[in-house]
């Protein structure tokens, strides 16, 4: 059974840093597309990082490139979103979702995820 789960999310002020974490079971993070995602308060789910399987490929959203990192940790078959000079505008939830295969030029649209974490509350206050 695939389970992920995040955690790491917390309240900062703006310029600060969190790292969010994504812990899979069910399958092999090295197997399958790995991708944040978040959900602003008003707005549609949005593609914030994306990891080929192969982990030699990330991308990234416009607007948090620079400033994301996307790691993984394949022996504690762990994700990982390393975000720094966090602006109230990346408020939201956080989720992590598993991909079946390859991540593609589509990775960003959540339609093509069946298996998300329940999500971890990201504060930024200015």
């Known amino acids: 059974q695939v389970k992920l789960v995040e955690s790491g999310g917390g309240s900062v002020q703006a310029g600060g840093s969190l790292s969010l974490s994504c812990a899979a079971s069910?399958?092999?993070?090295?197997?399958?597309?790995m991708t944040w995602f978040r959900r602003i308060a008003g707005k549609e789910r949005e593609g914030v990082a994306a990891?080929?399987?192969?982990?030699?490929?990330?991308d990234y959203v416009h607007s948090v490139k620079g400033r994301f990192t996307f790691s993984r940790d394949v022996a504690q078959n762990t994700v990982y979103l390393q975000m720094n000079s966090l602006k109230p505008e990346d408020s939201g939830m956080y989720y992590c979702?598993?991909?079946?295969?390859?991540?593609?030029?589509?990775?960003?649209?959540?339609?093509?995820?069946?298996?998300w974490g329940q999500g971890t509350q990201v504060n930024v206050s200015s």
């Open positions: 069910g399958f092999s993070i090295n197997t399958r597309c």
């Open positions: 990891m080929a399987p192969s982990g030699g490929l990330t």
């Open positions: 979702a598993a991909g079946l295969y390859s991540c593609g030029a589509e990775w960003s649209d959540a339609n093509r995820y069946r298996d």
